[in-house]
């Protein structure tokens, strides 16, 4: 940024003419004591906030990944099938057990990797893929348990209510993770996900976590029309929110994310165990609750 050129008076100049006039003047010398003290003060004000602001732009954004990170994926994905029977059963019909069973299969085989590439790579954008997911995913179940399938407008409709549904009463947060989330908004941090899930999938689990509120954007791929595939959500991720990959610090779990983050010049923080071998560009921690203390040796 140029900086722009004022011709408005500093203070020390305005505090020069009056010390100029004050020393013209004898009457007005007792005044002179009082001048001094101000500016003194104001000066050490202005250096207190300097600092604040140098503290505040030397600190990285944080960019913490969800599953893996934050939650636990086993224990939510237990909780899922849970959740998803007590959603459907209701409108649709059905054993509970059968949709526990059902979702547990469909998303096997939604996950499996071939065939999660293949999809990715047959979407033209992020909404068809998520709209094919969902119909997909919801298909596959009502054939599994037996019950007729709504049509396919239907079928997105219901899926989309089910996560919302499902996400907002999840609980499979990591120990401490919570209380690290608040301690790093309490000091300061800023505070953005960077995950492969929807935004609105994010904004249920957060507020399941009870720290929604210690977060700015929910960076999920629907926002950046980008799936968390490549360098390119990053790249797309960071433009979005108008910053420089070297302003970002991101938290992941997946050696791949850590790889593309670093690649657009990112910091980068992998969390839990990893063959990834150990580099000057990133750091290694057990878990979240690592990061706080890691980050002030970082400051």
Same mark, same amino acid.
């Given at each position: 940024?140029?900086? &722009?050129?004022?011709?408005?008076?500093?203070?020390?100049?305005?505090? /020069?003419? %009056?010390?100029?006039?004050?020393? *013209?003047?004898?009457?007005?010398?007792?005044?002179?004591?009082?001048?001094?003290?101000?500016?003194?003060?104001?000066? &050490? *004000?202005?250096?207190?906030?300097?600092?604040?602001?140098?503290?505040?732009?030397?600190?990285?954004? $944080?960019?913490? !990944?969800?599953?893996?990170?934050?939650? *636990?994926?086993?224990?939510?994905?237990?909780?899922?099938?849970?959740?998803?029977?007590?959603?459907? $059963?209701?409108?649709?019909?059905?054993?509970? %057990?059968?949709?526990?069973?059902?979702?547990?299969?469909?998303? !096997?085989?939604?996950?499996?990797?071939?065939?999660?590439?293949?999809?990715?790579?047959?979407?033209?954008?992020?909404?068809?893929?998520?709209?094919?997911?969902?119909?997909?995913?919801?298909?596959?179940?009502?054939?599994?348990?037996?019950?007729?399938?709504?049509?396919?407008?239907?079928?997105?409709?219901?899926?989309?209510?089910?996560?919302?549904?499902?996400?907002?009463?999840?609980?499979?947060?990591?120990?401490?993770?919570?209380?690290?989330?608040?301690?790093?908004?309490?000091?300061?941090?800023?505070?953005?996900?960077?995950?492969?899930?929807?935004?609105? *999938?994010? /904004?249920?689990?957060?507020? /399941?976590?009870?720290?929604?509120?210690?977060?700015?954007?929910?960076?999920?791929?629907?926002?950046? %029309?980008?799936?968390?595939?490549?360098?390119?959500?990053?790249?797309?991720?960071?433009? !979005?929110?108008? &910053?420089?990959?070297?302003?970002?610090?991101?938290?992941? !779990?997946?050696?791949? /994310? &850590?790889?593309?983050?670093?690649?657009?010049?990112?910091?980068?923080?992998? $969390?839990?165990?990893?063959?990834?071998?150990?580099?000057?560009?990133?750091?290694?921690?057990?878990?979240?609750?690592?990061?706080?203390?890691?980050?002030?040796?970082?400051?």
């Amino acid at each position: 940024m140029i900086p &722009i050129k004022s011709s408005m008076p500093s203070h020390a100049q305005l505090f /020069a003419e %009056e010390c100029t006039r004050v020393s *013209d003047n004898p009457f007005r010398q007792e005044e002179m004591l009082v001048l001094v003290f101000l500016v003194h003060s104001l000066v &050490i *004000d202005n250096e207190q906030q300097r600092e604040r602001e140098r503290t505040v732009t030397a600190r990285l954004m $944080v960019f913490l !990944d969800d599953g893996g990170v934050m939650n *636990d994926n086993s224990t939510r994905a237990l909780q899922w099938q849970r959740l998803v029977s007590e959603f459907f $059963v209701p409108l649709l019909g059905g054993p509970a %057990e059968a949709w526990t069973h059902a979702n547990r299969v469909v998303a !096997d085989r939604l996950f499996e990797p071939v065939a999660w590439r293949r999809r990715v790579q047959a979407a033209p954008d992020y909404g068809s893929f998520e709209s094919a997911y969902q119909v997909e995913w919801l298909q596959g179940m009502c054939e599994l348990v037996g019950v007729g399938t709504p049509p396919e407008e239907e079928c997105l409709r219901l899926a989309r209510r089910a996560a919302a549904f499902i996400t907002c009463r999840v609980q499979a947060a990591f120990p401490g993770a919570v209380d690290t989330i608040r301690t790093l908004h309490r000091q300061g941090y800023t505070l953005h996900t960077a995950s492969g899930e929807s935004s609105l *999938d994010l /904004a249920g689990y957060l507020q /399941a976590m009870g720290v929604r509120e210690c977060f700015g954007r929910l960076c999920g791929p629907d926002l950046i %029309e980008t799936l968390k595939e490549g360098p390119e959500y990053y790249e797309r991720l960071f433009a !979005d929110l108008g &910053i420089a990959p070297t302003d970002a610090l991101v938290v992941d !779990d997946s050696p791949r /994310a &850590i790889e593309w983050a670093t690649q657009v010049g990112a910091r980068t923080v992998l $969390v839990g165990n990893s063959s990834l071998p150990r580099t000057g560009t990133t750091v290694h921690i057990g878990s979240l609750v690592e990061l706080p203390a890691m980050l002030q040796r970082l400051d």
